[in-house]
């Protein structure tokens, strides 16, 4: 009546936390997502790292831990990190952000087996992809796998397209457009390269938190997403 959960040997081995302890992880974890959401990976990073020696089978920390070491260029402590966060308990936030480490690590078969367990639960997938010829390249073996997922080839899970620092006046971005179009899924949107977005996380806010003449330009790039997925999730 009730499910088995198999444990890996590190977990198993570590003793349980005293509820002190815990409740000190918790306070712990709770600081290095309001540095992480300010910006501030490396605060972050140690936050975490303390909230897990207090205790280490925390699925937060491990996960949040994975994906500042992504953010900090360190692939294979974020993939290591993560896939602890899996085995305790397996989000779709987790499997989407190993997805992505994995991308970055360029194992796009493991990358699409991520995604699958992700989309398990999702209503709609949206791909960014960057306009430089390498990143063209490195997208169309993960999409080719997307399209094998039963729910994809089906038409049961929309997928779309989103074109990411784009350079509209540059011919590098424009001809990286005309391929978007051309391949099966729908170019959603074009957000423009901006150093905004570099304030905006150091801030820990996002476009629709200011009302200024030149977020309203973001804004303008964001709406279209907003509307694709209001009709298909």
């Not at 779709?92 to 087996?113: C, H, I, K, Q, T």
């Not at 006046?169 to 074009?190: D, G, H, I, N």
Request: charged share 25%; glycine share 4%.
């Amino acid at each position: 009546k009730h499910p088995i959960i198999l444990l890996g040997p590190e977990v198993m081995s570590a003793p349980r936390p005293s509820p002190t302890a815990r409740a000190q992880a918790q306070r712990h974890l709770s600081r290095g997502l309001a540095a992480h959401q300010n910006g501030r990976i490396e605060d972050a990073s140690n936050s975490y790292r303390e909230a897990l020696r207090l205790d280490p089978a925390l699925p937060d920390a491990l996960h949040l831990l994975g994906v500042a070491c992504l953010q900090q260029g360190d692939l294979d402590a974020a993939e290591r990190h993560i896939r602890k966060a899996i085995r305790q308990r397996p989000q779709p936030e987790y499997w989407s952000n190993l997805s992505g480490v994995l991308m970055r690590l360029r194992r796009f078969a493991e990358a699409a087996d991520a995604c699958r367990e992700a989309f398990a639960g999702a209503d709609a997938v949206l791909v960014p992809v960057l306009p430089s010829a390498i990143d063209l390249e490195a997208t169309v073996p993960f999409l080719n796998s997307l399209a094998q997922v039963p729910r994809v080839k089906k038409g049961r899970l929309p997928v779309g397209l989103v074109a990411n620092r784009i350079k509209a006046w540059t011919s590098v971005s424009q001809q990286a457009l005309e391929q978007l179009r051309l391949w099966p899924y729908p170019l959603v949107a074009q957000l423009r390269d901006s150093q905004a977005y570099v304030l905006l996380a150091a801030l820990g806010r996002c476009v629709d938190d200011y009302r200024s003449e030149q977020m309203r330009g973001h804004q303008d790039d964001f709406a279209p997403i907003y509307r694709w997925l209001k009709k298909h999730a």
